[in-house]
């Protein structure tokens, strides 16, 4: 989308008031002439901003997605000499799998991510429109290639290197325009991988509109700076080694998930959801507490299980269904992966 104009934001607050007023009571709240309206009104059409006469803005109907997508590169080994292996090559990232699942689930979401402008960003664009989603929020940029992240497996131990450059671009001058996309939404996720500049302009931008936030954290080093602000957030998504980290316990048992959400809570988190990967999930909020075990053989373990988990619960908040539904829902989903 492109950039808006302070003139174009004053149009757009003007609108939103008063939806139909005429192009020359416009033109006269503005103090410009009638064809220098329609010149304004036009522009804000060929960005998308609205949608055309009548200046239908789409009301909250969706979910924004700001996060991170990667090209996946796995690789695991298959035979004791590791002369051997098993090599994947997937689209991936908060952003790409959250976004795909919510549109699998009826829940119309628009990703906001950095791609390059190369073979894996058209690829991704493709799989992305061709599941019905709007990628006009994806940057595309020249400076480097589409992120990538990859994963090496070896006798069940991993490690995993990603090239997080084209993901900083995701700063609060390039979201500046994002303000009339938030008005418009039911919800926004952030991945806690973009800047931390980036999630407070977010966060502050979904307040003033009323819109809640569910902030997902992916365990990485940087996400640590956001433990202090938890209150910008409505909803936190996290899995159980976050929740140890930030409550200085271990958890063993889904009632010690429970003790460490409730004790997250306290923070001024609406809701807080923990992803106890071999137990089950668990989730405190204003309405109560809810533990849902896993069944058995049932594992959450790799980051897309948890994203597509992220999913299923801002399906279930979205909808209004209780806890359990919603945790229910959401471990289904998860399970199918």
Known sequence: MSKITEREKEILKILKNDPMI???????????SRSAAAVHISNLIRKGYILGRGYVFN????????????????????????????????PGGPAYNISLHLAAQNISALPVSVIGRDDYGNMIREKL???????????????????????????GQSAEISDGRAADMLSEERLQSI?????????VIIDSGIPEAAVSYISELSAAAGVPVCFKFNGEIREKSCYQKLEMFDIVIMTQDTAEEICKCKIKTLDDGLEAARQ??????????VVLPE???????????????????????????????????VNGIINSYDYRQSMRLALGAAGQH
């Open 129 to 155: 429109s061709r599941k019905g989603l709007d990628t006009r929020l994806l940057l595309i940029q020249d400076q480097f290639p589409t992120p990538r992240r990859v994963t090496f497996v070896d006798q």
């Open 22 to 32: 005429a192009q020359d009571d416009l033109a006269r709240v503005l103090g410009i």
């Open 59 to 90: 009301d909250r109907t969706g979910v924004l997605v700001i996060g991170r997508i990667f090209v996946e590169i796995s690789a695991i080994t298959t035979d004791a000499g590791h002369s051997a292996a098993e090599i994947d090559i997937l």
């Open 179 to 187: 303000d009339v996309t938030i008005n418009n939404c039911r919800m």
């Open 279 to 313: 137990l089950g999930v668990v989730m405190v909020g204003e309405e109560g507490s809810v533990s849902v075990p896993l069944h058995p053989g049932q594992k959450i373990r790799d980051r897309r299980a948890v994203d597509i988990f992220t999913a299923g619960v």
């Open 264 to 273: 997250i809570a306290e923070t001024g988190v609406g809701k807080v959801v």
